[in-house]
């Protein structure tokens, strides 16, 4: 047994397990960190690109997608340590575009079908995402409001959006809700409209102020919100699955990434790149309460309240596909509840990247575990690789 509670044979047997993606091609590469009372194992496979010959790196820079969820999160708590942003204050002080919003009847509605909202939107509607829109789980197109969100350029998706913050909010006050604020849990659109408050708040850029406040003290080096022309060469591809062929194609490259350059709109629900010791720090950041080396970010009671199922069992059920029946969600991670699997530690919490990643921490098991690969998810349900991965993790504990 090591130090760390981990078994020497069955990390072996997560070798292979995650081996066995790469050589059957369902992955070009992978990175997989697991980290438990200090000790801390990594593990590349496999390659930058398909049929590349550059092998991945501890180093290698990945596209986290919503693995930034829980750092904007963070950033949003530590001006609420400070007092310049309150939980349960309207956020129209520095958002005014979301003051006396109106709200569609039905989801099916046309826009102008509405009501007045019954309340303002706070800020823990935003953390919570119950803020009244964002993704709605249906086929393109469905329903007008779908419609309406594509066409303005807010519907969620993998690649940046190329409108200003300011532009982005524009956009948004032309769209009524689909929800009253609090009433449901909708994916991902809190999370950028957060990253707009912050910065309002905080009266300077988003990427400065996550650079000053989070990866500075955190020595996050490798993280931000593009990747810099000389670290480009640690940039792997990234791959979509085709559905008519079922092959892997090619979704972003280096020599053209749109992470190459700073963004247009940093976005808080997913605009981040980072490595995976880069995304230890803040895993471990989380783990310690809030305390990294010398360095406090966030309060213990911060981090008890970020990491609280914060859903009622009605809001968890009409988000099932997110959350199965053993999740719910805090503030900008998810929060296991039950355990039902392996790795349904009660307490457990984080989120995954629709690039490829994923990364959670057990505060039971002292554990973090992260897994860094560039296949984009295919549906909101996790796939195998990320599930093998997870139960490879657990069964790894010796004691």
């Known amino acids: 047994m090591s130090a760390g509670g981990f078994s020497k044979s069955r990390l072996d ?27 801390v194992h990594v593990e590349t496979i496999g390659m930058k690109k398909v049929g590349g010959s550059d092998p991945m790196r501890r180093d290698t820079i990945f596209r986290i997608a919503s693995m930034t969820k829980p ?47 019954s309340r303002a939107i706070t800020l823990r509607d935003l953390l919570t995402f119950r803020l009244g829109i964002g993704a709605v789980m249906a086929p393109p197109g469905k329903y007008p409001i779908q419609k309406a969100m594509a066409e303005a350029g807010l519907a969620p998706g993998p ?24 009433e449901k849990w909708m994916y991902h659109t809190g999370s950028d409209i957060l990253g707009v408050l912050i910065a309002r708040a905080a009266g300077q850029p988003l990427e400065n102020f996550f650079r000053e406040r989070i990866f500075e003290p955190l020595r996050m080096k490798d993280t931000g919100f593009h990747v810099p022309s000389e670290k480009l060469g640690r940039l792997p591809n990234s791959y979509i699955i085709n559905p008519e062929t079922g092959e892997l194609t090619v979704h972003d490259e280096p020599g053209d990434s749109k992470w190459g350059r700073p963004p247009v709109f940093p976005s808080g629900g997913g605009g981040l790149v980072s490595t995976a010791d880069d995304y230890l720090a803040f895993c471990q950041m989380m783990l310690n309460k809030g305390r990294y080396g010398n360095d406090r970010i966030l309060s213990r009671p911060s981090i008890e309240l970020m990491t609280t199922d914060h859903l009622t069992p009605e809001q968890k059920a009409d988000a099932h596909i997110f959350f199965g029946g053993n999740r719910g969600w805090g503030f ?58 997870w139960t490879s993790v657990y069964q790894a504990i010796e004691d």
């Open 13 to 39: 047997r997560m070798h292979d397990v995650m081996s066995g993606y790469v050589e059957r091609g369902e992955v070009p590469g992978i990175v997989t960190l697991v980290s438990r009372r200090g000790e």
């Open 71 to 117: 750092i904007t999160a963070v950033a949003a708590m530590i001006l609420v340590e400070e007092c310049k942003l309150r939980l349960d204050e309207p956020v129209d002080r520095l958002l005014p575009e979301l003051s006396s919003r109106r709200v569609l009847k039905r989801l099916d509605s046309p826009l102008d079908d509405t009501e007045p909202a």
């Open 159 to 182: 690649n940046s959006l190329q409108i200003t913050p300011d532009e982005y909010m524009r956009r948004l006050d032309s769209l009524p809700l689909i929800h009253q604020p609090g």
């Open 332 to 389: 900008g991670v998810s929060v296991a509840t039950r355990r039902d699997d392996l790795a349904g530690v009660p307490g457990r919490f984080g989120w995954d990247g629709g690039i490829g990643t994923s990364g959670y921490t057990d505060p039971k098991e002292e554990m973090v575990g992260i897994l860094m690969t560039q296949r984009m998810m295919d549906s909101p349900n996790p796939p195998r690789v990320f599930l093998d991965f």
